[in-house]
Nanobody
């Protein structure tokens, strides 16, 4: 059993900052990539940022230069620092990890429950 728990969402004014955190726990054998996705009302879930086990990062074009993803490999956590926030980034943000469990050793995708980020104008 693997759990991903997000924290750090909330309401912020345009131009402000938020930091999201996600902690993976449970019967973890290894973690490959971890990332953040978001889903706004009426829209499909989309990738925001991703970081591999080697530290390579990938960002959506719309957040490049404003968002930074980081990872603590020892603690199985991933963070998303979001600066210069705009109202259009309002969405539910989900943490995702590609994780192999101690039981199966097979990599599967696991999702957190989501955290709301609301940016007011």
């Amino acid at each position: 059993q693997v759990q991903l728990v997000e924290s750090g969402g909330g309401l912020v004014q345009a131009g402000g900052s938020l930091r999201l955190s996600c902690a993976a726990s449970g019967s973890i054998f290894s973690i490959n990539a971890m990332g953040w996705y978001r889903q706004a009302p009426g829209k499909q879930r989309e990738l925001v940022a991703q970081i591999t086990s080697f530290g390579s990062t990938n960002y959506a074009d719309s957040v490049k230069g404003r968002f930074t993803i980081s990872r603590d490999y020892a603690k199985n956590t991933v963070n998303l620092q979001m600066n210069s926030l705009k109202p259009e980034v309002t969405a539910v943000y989900y943490c995702m990890g590609t994780i192999a469990t101690m039981t199966s050793k097979r990599r599967d995708g696991y999702w957190g429950q989501g955290t709301q980020v609301t940016v007011s104008s």
